[in-house]
C-alpha cells in the first residue's frame, strides 16, 4: 500500500516517511501541493496525509481535488492549527482525520492503521437495499447509491452511514458511532461526529428527506430514517 506525504518541511516528511515504512507501507514525498495532485494522479495511493500550510497550492484546495477524482482515499491532516474549529473546517473540506504537530510518530501510525484497516474487517457493514430500495450501500466499492446515483463520501462518511443502517431502529450515541465505525484508534472529539452527518445530510438531502434519511434524537444521538 501506498502512501502520499505531503509536507514542505522536508526533516517532517522523511519521519513520516520512515515510520510508515517500518511499518511495510510504500510512500511518496510531495513538498507543494501542485505535486502531490501530479502525483496522486500519476500513482495508485492508497491513503494521504498533508500539511495545511502548503506552497503552490493549499491544503483545502489539495484535499477538494482529490475528492473530486476519489471519495474513498482516506486523508488524514497533519497540521499546526488543531483548535476545534480548525479541525472542523479541515473535515469539511474532505479530510477523514487529523493529527496536531508536534505529533507522535506512532499515534500517526495508529491513525493510518484505523483509516487503511481492510474492509472485510469491518462486520458492522451494512450491505443492500434501503429506504425502499432507494438507498444502496454497496462495500465492495466503498460506495452509497441514491436512486442508482453514486453519493460521493469519504471513507468516514460512509463508514458512519453503514453503522446507523446496519441497524436502523437503533438509535446511536456519537460514543458509539466513533468505536463501531471509525475504530478503537479514532481519538477525535466526538463533536465531529455532528460534522460528517451534517455533510452527510447535505449529499443525501432531498425534498421529503431534508435530514438525508438521518434523525437527530435529542440527548441520544443518531439514527437512520427510513420512514417514508
Not at 501506498?2 to 522523511?14: C, F, G, H, P
Not at 501541493?33 to 500513482?43: H, M, Q
Not at 466513533?178 to 461526529?193: E, H, P, S, V
Request: charged share 35%; net charge negative; aromatic share 8%.
Amino acid at each position: 500500500m501506498k502512501i502520499l506525504i505531503v509536507e514542505d518541511e522536508a526533516s517532517i516528511a522523511e519521519v513520516v516517511s520512515a515510520y510508515a515504512k517500518r511499518e511495510g507501507y510504500e510512500t511518496v514525498i510531495a513538498s507543494d501541493g501542485l505535486e502531490a495532485l501530479e502525483i496522486f494522479e500519476r500513482d495508485e495511493i492508497d491513503l494521504v496525509i498533508r500539511d495545511l500550510m502548503l506552497p503552490k497550492l493549499n491544503g483545502e484546495e489539495v484535499c477538494r481535488r482529490i475528492r473530486e477524482k476519489s471519495s474513498s482515499v482516506p486523508v488524514i491532516m497533519l497540521t499546526a492549527k488543531s483548535s476545534e474549529a480548525d479541525v472542523v473546517y479541515g473535515l469539511d473540506t474532505g479530510a477523514n482525520d487529523y493529527v496536531s504537530k508536534p505529533f507522535s510518530p506512532r499515534v500517526l501510525m495508529a491513525r493510518i492503521r484505523a483509516q487503511m484497516r481492510p474492509k472485510e474487517s469491518r462486520d458492522n457493514i451494512a450491505s443492500g437495499l434501503y429506504a425502499d430500495g432507494r438507498i444502496e450501500i454497496d462495500p465492495e466499492r466503498v460506495e452509497i447509491r441514491k436512486d442508482g446515483v453514486s453519493i460521493p463520501v469519504t471513507k468516514s462518511e460512509f463508514l458512519i452511514f453503514s453503522t446507523l443502517v446496519s441497524r436502523p431502529v437503533r438509535t446511536w450515541s456519537r460514543e458509539e458511532i466513533i468505536r463501531t465505525a471509525l475504530g478503537d484508534d479514532y481519538d477525535g472529539f466526538d463533536r465531529t461526529i455532528d460534522t460528517y452527518i451534517k455533510n452527510l445530510r447535505k449529499k443525501l438531502a432531498e425534498p421529503g428527506h431534508e435530514n438525508g434519511w438521518i434523525k437527530t434524537v435529542y440527548g441520544f444521538g443518531y439514527r437512520f430514517d427510513d420512514e417514508k
